[in-house]
């Protein structure tokens, strides 16, 4: 069966620091993976998609950036957090190619101070 | 038109009614429509799903209807119980090339009272 992690759980930053979020799936090859924004508790905004290796695309311009070094590991970084990026961040995978479902890890919450 | 409009924000129910939460779209290429259910502190699971080429699909207490003439689809709950309560999310995507990217309604906050 597959499993998605994330860590940290949580998470409390100060302005201005840097950020790296991680995500891995196990149990399957070739995912699609993805990173979700959730502010207070209600809507997700999709962040970045991945469908390979060191293939990312944006699909809102911010703060942050995604990395896919590997397979089944997709990362979330930031370079100096705002205020603004306080949330909690969701990963999720999908099978590859153009499979609809969608998989939630745990998520982490992020408070920057 | 990538929006999916969610209602309502909030909703108390009894213990053993009915729920009832709607979604509606504009973009009439989404094809696949799922809801998903999220505890507090938790990420959100899929609940259940549903293609435009059928009305209804039911799961246990848990049914979709979909109106693809009024681009609407709703969530029922039946009988609902204290532990379905939860936010609920309806999405929608569209196949082929957008590679799973689902959109979200903004959420129903669903309280059942004992």
């Known amino acids: 069966s597959q499993t998605i992690h994330q860590w940290p759980a949580t998470l409390v930053q100060p302005v201005g620091s840097p950020l790296s979020l991680e995500c891995t799936v196990e149990?399957?090859?070739?995912?699609?993976l993805y990173w979700y924004r959730q502010a207070a508790g209600r809507g997700l905004q999709l962040l970045f998609y991945s469908i390979g290796i060191g293939q990312i695309s944006s699909e809102v311009p911010q703060n942050l950036s995604a990395s896919r070094p590997q397979d089944r590991q997709f990362i979330l970084s930031s370079k100096k957090l705002l205020l603004s990026d306080s949330g909690f961040y969701l990963c999720?995978?999908?099978?590859?190619?153009?499979?609809?479902?969608?998989?939630f890890g745990p998520g982490t919450r992020l408070l920057v101070l | 038109q990538q929006q999916v409009k969610q209602s309502p924000q909030s909703l108390i129910v009894q213990k053993g009614g009915i729920s009832i939460i709607n979604c509606a779209y504009e973009?009439?290429?989404?094809?696949?429509f799922p809801w998903y259910q999220q505890f507090p502190g938790k990420g959100p699971a899929l609940l259940i799903a549903i293609r435009p080429d059928v009305s209804e699909k039911k799961e246990g207490r848990f049914t979709i209807s979909f109106n693809k003439s009024a681009k609407q689809f709703s969530l029922h709950i039946m009988d609902s119980q204290p532990g379905d309560s939860a936010t609920y999310f309806c999405a929608a995507s569209i196949g082929g090339t957008s590679y799973g990217k689902l959109t979200f309604g903004q959420g129903t906050i669903l309280t059942v009272h004992p």
């Open positions: 973009n009439t290429a989404f094809d696949y």
């Open positions: 999720a995978w999908s099978r590859g190619g153009v499979q609809e479902t969608q998989y």
């Open positions: 149990g399957t090859s070739n995912p699609n």
